[in-house]
């Protein structure tokens, strides 16, 4: 059939609609270019467009971030800010967040992602609402305020990361549903906390448990320590690789049933065939770049993948530039060297947790009880690979 001469784009137009509508190697070839929220909309335009918008998401199992630092030029946190920006450029569905701020510049600030013509809403009295609108319904977030943040800034994985123990400072890292892996979030309190609810959160009775990131808040409340332990204890009995710090404040998930100033535990418990962890510990003794280096290159007998692998950095708030005579970013610096393609992650906190161990087929480097868990004026630096 020829084409129009007074319309000579009309056949090639109807040839590109033709394969848009009919040829779904093309039309989901074209939509691994769409960020995920455009290809969530795309979806709803035909049929063929839905399954192959839904092929597409399941092959998005890449981790992904943003991170921010200050100082904010707005009455926002500066992460808040960046994420109602970047979240819209990500090619993934998160399924889970781990978001984490500095303390000081964050505690008593909302934030509202959405706009209107007029002006920019700064103020929300629903910091979580607010996140709960900003990714997927039913996504599990798990939001934590600190006194120091370690991030890699979002775009690439070889990036150098940052210590900031001053300063606007903050990520959030998105994990979709992936093939083999796991990730369940739990929140307990001194009335939420149970056997059943231990079971039910996978930390334990648990035969595919790896890893638990977990962080413990208002430490300095009296039965605090008493509720670690309990918390601790069956972990320690486990052959998961436990990790993660004493911080400020949890502001999501929101405390259901117990008060302002009540301690308790928020964390990630990560399970699956395809999950493999590593962690050492860099004691009191290590003070200096190279012995900070020397301790970090241990890790890289656990033989981890470099692809979907996350670096996680739980200092006390004692070490940092302080620590190191005046030197600032020892310890990222000398990980970062070690593992120049894996991004870091972290935290600066009132106590770390945690232990020199390697996870991999069921071999352990060390045994681990509740007191040999919980440390000051270290830091655990630690590896997750999620297949």
Known sequence: MEANPDFPGSSRDSK??????????????????????????????????????????RTQQKLTWVSACGPSNTEVHALCRSLAEEVEKVFLLPKTVLAMVDYEAF???????????????????????????????????????????VLT???????????????EAGYAIMF???????????????????????????L??????????????????????????QVLEPLAKSK?????????????????????GAYGVVGLALSGPRVQGA??????DVGSPKAAEATIHRLKAAKLPERNTLGFMFACVGR????????????????????????????FGNGEIGCDRIVKEDYTLCDADTDSLQHEYTTVMTLVHLG
Request: with cysteine; charged share 20%; aromatic share 8%.
């Open 176 to 202: 979709p549903s992936m093939d083999g892996v796991h990730i369940r979030s739990f929140h307990f309190c001194k009335k939420t906390i149970s056997q059943s609810a231990l079971e039910e959160a996978g």
């Open 153 to 167: 800034p979002s775009g690439s994985y070889s990036s150098p990361p940052q210590e900031h123990q001053e300063g």
């Open 279 to 284: 962690s050492v510990l860099l004691d009191q």
């Open 16 to 57: 590109a609609e033709y394969i848009l509508s009919n040829v779904a190697e093309v039309v989901e070839r074209i939509l691994t270019f769409v960020p995920t929220k455009s290809l969530l909309r795309i979806a709803s335009v035909c049929r063929l467009w839905r399954n192959c918008a839904r092929r597409v998401l």
């Open 320 to 347: 940092g530039q302080s620590y190191y005579n005046n030197q600032s970013n020892v310890e990222a610096d000398a990980f970062h060297k070690v593992f120049p393609n894996t991004p870091l992650f972290g935290l």
């Open 204 to 229: 334990v009775d648990n035969p595919e448990l790896r890893v638990v990131l977990l962080f413990v808040y208002e430490v300095r409340t009296s039965g605090a320590a008493r509720f670690l332990n």
């Open 107 to 149: 505690n008593g600030r909302s934030y509202c992602y959405r706009q209107s013509k007029a002006k920019r809403s700064r103020h929300s009295p629903d910091t979580v609402e607010e996140l709960n609108l900003l990714f997927p319904k039913g996504c599990d977030i798990i939001g934590i305020s600190t006194p120091g943040i």
């Open 240 to 260: 998961a690789l436990i990790a993660g710090g004493l911080i400020e404040s949890v502001f999501s998930p929101p405390r259901q049933c117990c008060g302002q």
